[in-house]
């Protein structure tokens, strides 16, 4: 069987047929009733549907019965080592009722999903929509499916985030995929858990960033569970999210899979290119040849930059037990300003100081942990600083920033339900670097460490003058973990 290859969407002409058929194919979906398994808004409700909350909800709607959705509606996989496997089930399906729709059109037969690599440094306009997801009208002048009004940024052609929004180095050079226990490394991909609709959790650093900061820049339907898929965009954003689980493969022998089999035992139900019913377990998601595709390009973006810290880094990441070493006792609000909280901190007395001790200044990872994010508010990001000195711009001081938190999630992991507490997400940023070059530097106190939470700017439209001063998102705690 030969090999379907999704392409990178920036190397494609501006209307290359996979994008105008594309285009034909979502116009013939939105045809399709809510009811029906291939139509556009069912597939989105597959990711999440909030009855309520439905911006394209009508009188008319027939929605499934309860029985069907609860199969097959609200099913993503977030904050979860589920995340990865889920998402490429949910994008091959997707891909096969596109491409059936496509061949029903009389269009290619070979028709595979392109990807948005927003990352790419040899490609200046890599942070902006292609052209052909903003533009009014398709070529032969009728309206263009893959444009979404309810955007927050983008349509203009302007880029919709930063350098720090779609760097992989985090990502890319986790060793491991499943996350530490809690405190520790927050993993490739996610902590173990069970089917994790929604539920608080710790944030798998690839869901992180760039995953999370890209659906919250490009914002409006992408910025919920419940509206993500209406956005043409999303599938593409979601394509290079799946490449780049193959390119953490590829690049490192030691970054493999889990092999529990809680985790390769676990199915998910779906509806495939056809409209039938599948079942589908994790242990067959993980090959992509073995599904029938392959990407373009997995070669590794950082090839410069394999650094010392990293070889030491996958040494030592086996048998990690984390310590934490200092927490605040306050929840601390984040507004529209900069917020600056205080952490004691302690010698590490418990396993961190056995290892340091039996390795002889063994290298350890730090991790700073942001517990219990709630809010409700519309997702918008953070960049966190550590120990920025007193009246300084944070801003002005790059080298001190952990990492960014884009909220994405936080309003669904915040609503109480009966399937779960509400008690938010949960980010563990590792600042292992940091600590180490303020330690070469004399600049780090051993008793105490200050966290300064800088909001990114909003879009414009949505910017109010009071805005600045509402409490928007509350940190449960705040923590320093040795591993
Ligand atoms: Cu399930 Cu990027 O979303």
């Known amino acids: 069987m030969a090999l379907r290859t999704r392409r990178d969407v920036w190397k494609l002409a501006k209307w290359d047929d996979t ?4 285009a034909k194919a979502i116009r013939e979906m939105q045809t399709r009733l809510i009811a029906e398994p291939t139509s556009w808004r069912y597939q989105a409700a597959i990711h999440d549907y909030v009855d309520g909350e439905d911006p394209l909800a009508d009188p008319s709607d027939k929605l499934p019965s309860q029985a069907e959705q609860d199969r097959f509606w609200a099913q993503c996989q977030h904050h979860s080592w589920f995340f990865l496997p889920w998402h490429r089930w949910f994008l091959l399906y997707f891909e096969q009722i596109v491409a059936a729709t496509i ?60 350098p720090s929004d779609v760097n992989l ?7 491991k995929f499943p996350a530490d226990s809690k405190g520790g490394s927050p993993g490739f991909g996610g902590p173990r858990t069970k089917f994790n609709h929604s539920e608080g959790s710790v944030v798998g650093v690839l869901e992180r960033t760039p995953h999370g900061n890209m659906h919250v820049r490009v914002g409006g339907f992408m910025g919920s ?65 073995a599904l029938g595709y392959q990407y373009e390009d997995i070669s590794d973006p950082l090839v410069v930059a394999k650094a010392a810290v990293e070889t030491r880094r996958t040494a030592v990441a086996q048998e990690a037990i984390p310590e934490m070493v200092g927490a605040t006792e306050q929840t601390v609000h984040l507004t529209g300003r900069h917020t600056t909280a205080q ?8 396993p961190a100081r056995r290892k340091a001790v039996a390795e002889a200044a063994a290298p350890q990872r730090v991790f700073l942990n942001i517990e219990n994010v709630t809010g409700t508010g519309s997702p918008n990001g953070y960049s966190v600083y550590i120990n920025v000195p007193e009246n300084e711009d944070p801003r002005k001081h790059e080298d001190l920033c952990a990492g960014t938190l884009p909220m994405f999630g936080v309003k669904e992991a915040s609503r109480a339900s009966k399937k779960h507490a509400g008690d938010g997400l949960h980010y563990s940023l590792e600042v292992t670097e940091i600590v180490e070059r303020l330690q070469a530097q004399n600049a780090w106190d051993p008793a105490k460490l200050r966290v300064t939470f800088v909001p990114d700017d909003e879009p414009e439209r949505k910017r109010t003058v009071a805005s600045a001063d509402e409490q928007r998102f509350h940190v449960g705690r705040i923590s320093l973990y040795y591993s």
């Open 225 to 289: 569970f419940n509206t993500a898929g209406l956005d043409p965009i999303f599938w593409l954003h979601h394509a290079n999210i799946d490449r780049l689980w193959a390119v953490w493969r590829h690049r490192n022998a030691a970054h493999v899979d889990p092999v529990d089999p809680q985790w390769l035992k676990m199915s998910f139900d779906f509806h495939d290119g056809t409209g039938a019913a599948v079942s589908r377990k994790v242990a067959d998601v993980v090959d992509t040849a």
């Open 19 to 22: 994008l105008l058929w594309y």
């Open 169 to 175: 180095k985090p990502c890319l050079q986790e060793p």
């Open 343 to 350: 952490v004691a901190l302690t010698a590490p007395t418990g």
């Open 103 to 162: 061949v029903k059109l009389k269009g290619p037969k070979d028709w595979s999903l392109p990807y948005w690599n927003y990352s790419d440094s040899s490609n200046k306009d890599a942070l902006s929509l292609p052209p052909a997801f903003h533009e009014e009208k398709m070529p032969d002048g009728s309206d263009n499916p893959l444009r979404v009004a309810d955007r927050d940024r983008g349509n203009n052609g302007e880029k919709v985030g930063g």
